[in-house]
């Protein structure tokens, strides 16, 4: 994609979002958009550029529930909306049955792990890792939850069924770059569709939305929540580190990590940076082969600038302990606490 001046008009930067949300329009005209670290070349509107094409017009969401189970404490509904001309996706939503008539709402992004046929089960409670039943857990909170299959995994595997599980995720990726598109462009636009949809359900306060997820999921925190400021409040589980050490350590990751020319424009430490001063948290684990403590260090340092520039210094948090890539209950336990103090779930 041949890359556009920094200076851009309000319609050029309407074009490059995408979506053309008001909400995340005036994020481009906000102090935020222009309060960068020093030595920071990254703003909204490069990463996007970085990300590549994105569909040149949006649909109506179009929903349609599917199914509607009561687990007791919290409703489930299997719903499909439209995220792009002619491709609908299929999520779960969970409602707490208790509560105020609105309330905040968590888009929760499963994991990779090679785990093709999972995807949002995991996270809705309906796969046998426990450690992934986020979306439900945060729904018997108070949250109203959303959890969608990304492209590639469990109900969007290869519609041809020509091509199974990591076979077609390269095909998918290398494809997209061939475009001027990414792999990564389409899971954040697809997240934000999510968001789209939140803001139409009548138990959701839209002021009051966050994010979550955990290895994948963590990554598409990282990126969402830098791209649309309706994102209040984010927790990324073992989502990042940087791209010198996954370099160094000749660390091979999920296709959509890796944004054409990212390291030429400060890494995912810049990339947190455009999430200040909103609250973000950084859970990992600090044995994790994929990625090197030290990298996820490095690359909350470089954020930390664009966070203490905005007064916000509080607002990034890390949380570490010993162990491999994983979700661990104390890591959960922690990223709740963290969602609850921004977005605060009321009785």
């Known amino acids: 994609m041949r890359t556009k001046p920094m200076s851009v008009t309000r319609r050029e930067s309407l074009r ?32 996007l550029q970085l990300l590549g094409a994105v569909p040149a017009s949006v649909p109506p969401l179009a929903p349609e529930r599917v199914e ?25 939503v969970l409602l707490p049955k208790s509560g105020p008539p609105r309330h905040p709402a968590i888009l929760c992004h499963h994991q990779h792990g090679g785990e093709f046929h999972v995807g949002k089960d995991g996270p809705a409670g309906l796969g046998s890792d426990a450690n992934q039943h986020y979306a439900l857990e945060l729904a018997r909170r108070g949250y109203v939850t959303i ?17 199974k599980g990591a076979d077609y995720e390269r095909y998918e990726a290398m494809y997209r770059i061939t475009e001027g598109k990414s792999l990564q462009a389409k ?13 139409t359900r009548p138990e959701v306060d839209a002021s009051r939305l966050g994010m979550i997820g955990h290895s994948l999921g963590g990554q598409e925190t990282l990126f969402t929540a830098a791209i649309d400021t309706r994102i209040r ?17 000749r660390i091979n990751h999920n296709y959509a990590l890796f ?5 030429n424009n400060g890494d995912y430490g810049a990339v947190l940076g455009l999430v200040a001063p909103r609250p973000f948290l950084v859970a990992a684990r600090s044995d994790d082969p994929i990625f090197p403590k030290d990298g996820i260090e490095e690359t909350v340092a470089a954020a930390r600038r664009a966070y ?3 007064g916000a210094a509080d607002r990034l948090a890390t949380f570490f302990e010993p162990g491999a890539h994983a979700f661990s209950p104390m890591m959960r336990t922690t990223a709740y606490a963290w969602l609850d103090r921004w977005l605060a779930p009321t009785e």
Do not use: I, M
Request: glycine share 8%; proline share 5%; with cysteine.
């Open 68 to 92: 509607r189970v009561d687990l007791g404490d919290v409703v489930r509904e299997k719903v499909t909306y439209a995220v792009e001309p002619g491709e609908c996706v299929p999520a779960f």
């Open 16 to 47: 490059l979002l995408g979506s053309g949300l008001a909400a995340t329009a005036v994020s481009l005209q906000d102090p935020l958009h222009h309060s960068l670290p020093p030595g920071n070349v990254l703003d909204r509107v490069r990463l």
């Open 187 to 199: 899971y954040v636009w697809d997240a934000r569709r999510a968001l789209d949809y939140l803001e």
């Open 308 to 310: 203490v520039a905005a």
């Open 233 to 249: 409040a984010a927790a990324s589980s073992c989502g990042f580190g940087s791209l010198r050490t996954l370099k160094r350590d």
């Open 147 to 163: 959890v969608f299959d990304a492209l590639c995994f469990h109900e969007r595997q290869d519609a041809a069924g020509k091509l």
């Open 259 to 263: 944004v054409p020319a990212l390291a």
